[in-house]
């Protein structure tokens, strides 16, 4: 199994808190990703990193910013939690010339 | 933008049944993956497809890649409550460093 783990695997917040998200690999990877997950929609890219400090938006960026100050960490934060945050989030890891994705267990978050 | 549709959304059929699961777009995709996601966990990569037309086996489970690159499909034969989960196809477009994913197909298997 990938060395992936994601903290907190839950977490309860009201609206207008910030929330972060951390997302460690072992594989030493060059790529990581957030993903959003949620009934009807399906997995959403947020955000992903291609290298240290290397980061681009995906699809459903608004509202959430990224940062990878080392190869191993991915961190997600939400600056100002809302309702429509309420989700499932998954961090997953990509090794360079590889096309598969290794997905952590992901992280539950209500937004109250 | 969903760039992959998938159908059916839902299936719920007996154990020993086939069934198929289509994943479609009309985009040209590099290549082509299914994943199976069972609750409480991330999803888990069955098989990659490159080659247009391509046809993979994996035990009871047979993946076809469109001939032009844009569809694919998933067949179960003699189905078990053990495939029971949700089934996701993923696209990459050529260059790309992001994987594009479909809404999912949520299969239940009754015994």
């Known amino acids: 199994d990938a060395g992936i783990t994601q903290s907190p695997r839950h977490k309860v917040t009201e609206t207008g808190t910030p929330v972060t998200l951390r997302c460690h690999q072992t594989e030493n990877h060059r790529y990581m990703y957030w993903y959003r997950q949620d009934p009807g929609h399906g997995l959403r890219l947020i955000h992903y990193s291609y290298g240290v400090k290397d980061t681009d938006k995906g699809e459903v960026s608004d509202g959430y910013s990224v940062s990878r100050s080392k190869t191993e960490d991915f961190l997600l934060t939400l600056e100002s939690a809302t309702s429509s945050q309420t989700s499932v989030y998954f961090c997953?890891?990509?090794?360079?010339?590889?096309?598969?994705?290794?997905f952590g267990e992901g992280s539950r978050l209500t937004v109250l | 933008t969903q760039l992959l549709e998938q159908s059916p959304q839902f299936l719920s059929i007996q154990e020993g049944e086939n069934l198929t699961v289509y994943c479609n777009s009309s985009s040209v995709f590099s290549s082509l993956q299914w994943y199976r996601q069972e609750p409480g966990e991330g999803p888990v990569l069955l098989v990659t497809v490159v080659t247009g037309g391509e046809v993979k086996k994996l035990k009871r489970l047979t993946f076809q890649f469109g001939d032009a690159r844009k569809d694919s499909s998933l067949h179960i034969t003699a189905a078990q409550p053990g495939d029971t989960g949700l089934y996701l196809c993923a696209g990459e477009t050529g260059g790309s460093e992001k994987l594009v994913f479909g809404k999912g197909t949520k299969l239940t298997v009754n015994p």
């Open positions: 997953a890891i990509r090794g360079s010339g590889r096309r598969e994705l290794f």
